[in-house]
């Protein structure tokens, strides 16, 4: 079995790229990829602690898997409607950009 | 651990409008796009959910209808728990969804009406189970379903590129502060090896891992609360989105960051300050004080309406945050009570200015000039929400702030200063405030003069007694320009805030109790 | 160091390289084909660490629906599919704070006080606790998708009439 600290620290150095995308870049779908990467980072965390969780835990005993289940799911979902307001917009403007998108001042 | 169906009954107002979310879709299919229908059966069914979240909590003329199982108020059942204090939120969050289906039945038919009411009855759902969650999990999955109908809502006009953008940005915050809460969840998992509420309640043997963990959750609730540092992207979402769903984002979804805040955090401040010290109040009372100060600061200088509310939303917000950096029994009644007036407030006034281009008004500040003579009805009820809003004596937001901010002197030390501060900052709040009153009640200017039945004499007789003074024939007007829902949802909003500024007995009453029950339960 | 641990090296070190490629990327379709590869290697890792369904639904979620849903939204935007768009932001705000959240994480990551062995789960428990102890959850998760798909529906189905130009600035 992998050690958990050596998890641990691989899905946050993968949380802190995602949060070095959703600075760095200003292409909406650029955006929601740094995101999923965030996302995916919470996903192996709860799996990585579900693996270590200390035993006797009865009523919870798979939660972490179980979690991660509806995770996979949830973020699914928000791509799904991502995808509608890309569209939505490049109806509109004709470019996903966030820059472009700047009319609303910040 | 069960979820079973025969349970069904204490759910009555979460199954209430998830029939009326049915009928709308149904009415779609039919063919029925009508506002009046549709708006009408959503406003029905969320007064009905409304109506017997009050019977659960057992107010007056409805105590018998209650559908809560004896014995279940207080004991947690899986993820789900049912207070006294999730019942007042589950009302406030009734209460602000309500007022918008009201309002909104004026707008425009339109191939969007289904959609609109379908989106707003799910987000009502969202913070209906939001406010009995009692798993992190649970939560922070209710707070999606709201969170992603919200998304919609704010782009539901599909042509206006100004929503649209407003919609991509919301949702790239709003997926951002999911990830992070999820994140900081994932950590909590690890610490505390549960993500049940009630476990968070003991200080875990890695108490770093969790307070990171606390951190994250914090920041990603903080952007649904419009805390400050995760403030930014409130105010062009409030701009460029539809007014009454910017009232809906304001006095609705906003409010369930808050309680998210209040239910994660009661019980892991207190564990923490123990542990660590006097520093987690100090950092949550900076937090509040920082989130109202630049609230108001920024409003000050604003030059357009939306812009203005925004800013001063975000201020509000501070006062609210209070409530938990204070963490008396106290003091979080005053928050609600603030909450409560708040709602009713920023939802008021949000419609008030989604009314404005009906009654020939432009989205400057400056556009108000002498409104509150040509039309006298909305007129003064906008002054009431702005009164209330600047918390003067008579109104709703008055005695929610006095509430607050008399908890915070009674907890001495410290927690004086926020007091002091909350003070500083509701005198600042008066200027822009007054500057709006000032214009409403200004003489219309010769040059821009609409009505030829204004002239100079008649404005300045008209200060002091101004709603009364003009004749019936401009209210009709008015009520033609706003619509009749619209206008009675803010005439009763009006009178709803005077009424419990001038009697706030009862409220008190139940959130006292209600937030003292939360405090001992720790959850 | 077992076989487990080296192929995790080996999964971690390809998925952290790509998730840089993918964020540095010039061209998105680039971008695109890196996180696909995140995303594979995410799921083995799963694999390793004994999950096995997680890492399907890992493979069959991300690295499939997600990745086209992805290229898809990129064939739409046409225009932008060749655009050589740099990394703007790069400023000394944002690195400092990724690298700020990457030290706290890690930080935290080093104190961890396990030393148990690892447990497994099988499948059969997982599927069936996901209907009967997490039947909330999945309650929940059910209204989420039902508002989503409605959104979605309405925002990508072509309205009736000209876009409204934002007025004035």
């Known amino acids: 079995m992998i050690p958990l600290d050596e998890l641990v620290l691989f899905s946050g150095l993968l949380f802190s790229l995602g949060i070095f995308g959703v600075l760095t870049r200003r292409n909406f779908i650029m955006l929601l990829i740094s995101i999923e990467i965030m996302m995916n980072s919470a996903i192996l965390n709860f799996i990585a602690f579900a693996a270590y969780s200390p035993a006797g835990n009865s009523l919870l005993e798979v939660s972490g898997q179980g979690i991660a289940v509806v995770l996979i799911g949830l973020a699914a979902t928000e791509v799904a409607l991502g995808l509608a307001i890309v569209l939505a917009l490049n109806r509109i403007i004709g470019s996903v950009d966030v820059a472009d998108a700047m009319q609303l001042k910040l | ?523 | 160091m077992s076989l487990d641990e080296i192929l995790f090296a080996l999964l971690a070190g390809t998925s952290l390289v790509t998730a840089v490629l993918a964020l540095l990327a010039r061209e998105i379709v680039h971008t695109i084909m890196w996180i696909a590869i995140l995303f594979v290697s995410l799921g083995l890792i799963y694999f390793l660490l004994e999950a096995p369904f997680l890492g399907v639904l890992q493979l069959a979620v991300y690295a499939g629906a997600v990745t086209i849903l992805l290229l898809f939204a990129i064939m739409v935007v046409k225009k932008r599919i060749f655009s050589r768009e740099a990394v703007t932001g790069i400023g000394i705000t944002s690195v400092l704070l990724s690298v700020a959240t990457a030290l706290l994480l890690a930080g935290n990551a080093l104190s961890l006080p396990y030393n148990a062995a690892g447990r497994t789960y099988p499948t059969p428990i997982l599927s069936q606790s996901l209907f009967l102890d997490f039947g909330a959850w999945v309650i929940i998760l059910g209204f989420v998708v039902l508002s989503a798909l409605v959104g979605a529906v309405y925002l990508a189905k072509e309205s009736r009439g000209r876009p409204i130009r934002a007025e004035g600035e």
């Open chain 2, 1 to 523: 651990m069960s979820f079973d169906i025969p349970s069904i009954a204490q759910y009555t107002p979460e199954a209430t409008v998830f029939i009326g979310v049915i009928l709308v879709f149904m009415l779609d299919v039919a063919g029925i796009r009508s506002r009046a229908i549709i708006g009408g059966a959503t406003s029905i069914f969320l007064l009905l959910a409304f109506l017997q979240v009050l019977a659960d909590l057992g107010s007056w003329p409805l105590q018998g209808l209650s559908t809560l199982p004896a014995g279940l108020l207080g004991t947690q059942n899986g993820p789900v728990i049912f207070t006294n204090f999730g019942l007042i939120f589950q009302g406030i969050f009734l209460l602000s969804a309500l007022l918008v289906a009201l309002a909104s039945v004026s707008e425009a038919d339109g191939e969007e009406v289904p959609t609109f009411y379908a989106l707003l009855s799910l987000a009502a759902l969202g913070m209906l189970f939001v406010a009995i969650s009692a798993d992190l999990i649970f939560l922070l999955l209710s707070v999606e379903i709201t969170g992603i109908a919200t998304y919609v809502m704010v782009g539901y006009t599909r042509k206006d590129r100004r929503a649209v953008e407003a919609a991509m940005k919301f949702y790239i915050i709003g997926a951002l502060s999911t990830a992070i809460s999820f994140f900081g969840a994932s950590l909590l998992y690890g610490a505390y090896g549960t993500t049940s509420l009630t476990a968070f309640r003991a200080l875990p043997a890695n108490s770093s891992l969790a307070l990171v963990g606390f951190g994250m959750v914090a920041v990603g609730l903080g952007f649904k609360a419009t805390l400050v540092p995760f403030h930014m992207w409130a105010v062009d979402v409030y701009d460029g989105a539809p007014a009454s769903v910017s009232a809906f984002l304001a006095a609705g979804s906003k409010k369930m960051g808050l309680f998210g805040i209040f239910i994660v955090f009661v019980a892991a401040v207190r564990i923490f300050a123990s542990a660590q010290g006097f520093a987690l109040y100090l950092a949550l009372g900076a937090l509040a004080v920082i989130t109202m100060t630049v609230g108001n600061v920024m409003a000050l200088e604003q030059t357009t309406m939306k812009r203005m509310l925004a800013y001063s939303s975000i201020a509000q917000a501070g006062y609210m945050l209070l409530g938990i950096a204070i963490d008396t029994p106290a003091a979080l009644a005053g928050a609600t009570l603030q909450i409560t007036a708040d709602v009713l407030m920023k939802a008021g006034a949000f419609i008030v200015v989604g009314a404005a281009v009906g009654l020939g008004v432009g989205p400057l500040i400056t556009d108000w000039r002498g409104v509150g003579h040509s039309r006298p009805g909305i007129g003064a009820s906008f002054a009431i929400m702005l009164l209330s809003l600047a918390g003067m004596p008579l109104t709703l937001g008055f005695v929610g702030k006095f509430y607050l901010f008399f908890a915070a002197v009674e907890a001495g030390g410290y927690f004086t200063l926020l007091a002091i501060a909350g003070l500083l900052n509701s005198a600042l709040s008066v200027f822009y405030y007054a500057r709006i009153l000032r214009y409403m009640y200004m003489p219309e200017s010769t040059g821009s003069a609409t009505a030829g039945a204004h002239p100079l004499s008649h404005s300045s007789l008209g200060v002091g007694n101004a709603p009364a003074a003009p004749a019936w024939g401009s209210v009709r007007d008015e009520i033609r320009g706003t619509g009749s829902a619209r206008w009675a949802t803010v005439v009763g909003i009006a009178l709803l805030l005077l009424v419990l500024g001038i009697y706030p007995t009862p409220l008190i009453g139940a959130m006292n109790s209600a937030a003292q029950q939360f405090l001992t339960l720790g959850l």
